[in-house]
């Protein structure tokens, strides 16, 4: 039985009914697993209609579910370095000299700011999530600032560093699947990415305003002090957990090995600091840690972590690569762009902004920062040359569009690696600033000129059109 390729209209429509059936289900109250469960029935019901064999679709669904099992171990270890550090006084000592030190009207922008350092000497997100981010959200939540803005400067610092740092995994991605020097590709999104910084610390520096540190009860801080200090040893040693982790990282130690030795030392500080046993840290790291201290404020930030906590999202990701699987099997996103997008392709710029336009599309769809990036260069990467188009110019808008849509998608394993870590719901993706600024700017390079070159490496001017020897892409 041979498959069939499906029309334009039929691709289309395809596209529409899954990702609708997520956001229909997700406005209706379904969770997000569940939600994701009904589009990859939906995405496997079209391949099954264009005549592809169940055994194929289903070897794509588990390649694609294979091809994410180290971000599910990595999510695994994040819920037992969390459910440790707070046994271990790492995150109570940090919370405790944070609200002693740090002023509430601040602490936006410093989280936005400290989050851009940590991603960029690391070159992860999801560990300046799990590290600095995680600190600076239990000092800001436990003094008063809302969960939803101070989780989205955290994530807004640490994708800087995400699709900035030479030491990056999709800027190393975008920057090999283009073609282009890593380093002169990390030179062609500063035209895009530095305004935005500016403009995202500005707005996040306005938006902490509204803290002020006079409408903060002073009697309740330090009876939150009090309460940790009486709770825990609270001491500048029990740091020394975090400080490995970010060092080990900053080398490229491979994350599980850079996690497992933190657990590991967290473990031994939690036994030695905290008087705490091997039984109550090993059910810790199964189902959390479970804190009692008589103060909601102190209980809710720190009761959580664990493996357990991470199991709604592991499922999330098993289902989103489902559902990715089954819709690269059915080709719908693939007829959509070489039997439409392509097609309309007149000038230079709009090859660029349907770039742009193809990288979120396939973001929405699969949830991957990954297949965002390789995906989008695989095929428009030929079509720059004969637009006489320098590639700098396609590996800045795949990581300007794939690299920063990924938390803005409710149902993509970035979002909800956030969600389990820090303890947030989705409400942060609005002040995820950073994210969208960037791709503003990718559109006024795009209509200005400005930051494109040619082939040869040549700058064009504000008023030069972007000439094409064959659009025959």
Known sequence: MKNKTPSITYALLSLVLVIGTIIVSLRLGINTQTSLFF??????????????????????????VAESLMAIFILLFVGMLVAVWNVGGTLPSLIYYGIKFINPSIIIPLAFLLCCVTSIFTGTSFGSIATMGLVIYGIGTSIGVSPAILAGSIVSGSCFGDKMSPMSDTTNLASSMSGVDIYKHIGSMLYTTLPATVITLVIYTILGLQFD???????????????????????LITVLPLLIVLILTAFKVPALIALSLSIVTSMAFAIIT???SIVDISSACLSGSSIRTGLSEIDSILSRGGMTSMIGTIVSICFACAMGGALMVSKVLYVVIDEGLLKLIKSGKALILTTMGYCYATSLVTGSQALGIILPAKTFATSYDKANIDRRVLSRTLEDTSTLISPLIPWSGFTMYVCATLGVGIEYIPYACLNYIVPVFSIVCVATGFGIWDSNGNKLGINDEIKSECWSC
């Open 274 to 276: 905290q008087g705490a």
């Open 213 to 235: 540190v006079t409408a903060i009860d002073s009697a309740q801080i330090e009876l939150m002090a009090q309460t940790l200090d009486a709770t825990f040893n609270i001491s």
């Open 39 to 64: 589009a990859t029935i939906v995405a496997t019901i079209v391949a099954l209609s264009l005549k592809n064999e169940w055994l194929v679709i289903q070897k794509a669904m588990v390649n694609n």
